[in-house]
């Protein structure tokens, strides 16, 4: 697990945008990840390890940029 995590550290410091967006591009093409809730699964997975600060930041910026959607997910009455 050492070596695997080390490798996932060392690729995440050492990758470009440009090379992400191709191998998503890629894997989508090969049909291993699935565009828009692979992308979305891993938005929440990122924020919810960096704290309740930023869970509430990005609540913040869906309730801005998506206000029904924020609503239908029932962020308004704190149900999440």
């Known amino acids: ?8 550290t060392k690729f995440a410091a050492r ?3 440009a090379l992400i967006k ?6 989508l093409k090969a049909k291993i990840v699935n ?3 692979d992308k979305a699964r891993g938005l929440i997975d990122t924020v919810r390890r960096k704290g309740d600060a930023a869970s509430r930041v990005m ?6 940029r998506d206000p029904e959607l924020y609503c ?3 962020l308004g009455q704190g149900l999440l």
């Open 1 to 8: 697990w050492t070596d695997q995590h080390l490798g996932r």
């Open 72 to 74: 239908q997910l029932g």
């Open 59 to 64: 609540i913040a910026h869906l309730h801005r």
């Open 22 to 27: 191709e191998l998503l591009d890629d894997l």
């Open 15 to 17: 990758v470009s945008i």
């Open 35 to 37: 565009d828009g809730a």
